[in-house]
């Protein structure tokens, strides 16, 4: 079951993270995980980026 996700304050993210302090800001919330055997959209073209590109470690 897919879940939503809602009430993405980046004000508070930035806060909690430590994020302000560093001069960034969050601006998007993205999920990770694996798809479903019976995902329609398993068979799309897919878009992967190297970790460090999109992943910063705090």
């Known amino acids: 079951m897919p879940a939503p996700m809602?009430?993405?304050e980046g004000p508070k993210h930035?806060?909690?993270l430590g994020l302000?302090?560093?001069g960034y800001q969050?601006?998007?919330v993205a999920t990770a995980g694996y798809r479903?055997?019976?995902d329609?959209?398993?068979g799309r073209a897919k878009v992967r980026f190297?970790?460090?590109d999109v992943i910063r470690h705090i």
């Open 50 to 52: 190297k970790a460090p």
């Open 6 to 8: 809602e009430g993405f």
């Open 26 to 28: 969050a601006t998007a």
């Open 20 to 22: 302000d302090k560093d």
């Open 14 to 16: 930035d806060h909690n």
């Open 40 to 42: 329609p959209a398993a």
């Open 36 to 38: 479903a055997a019976d």
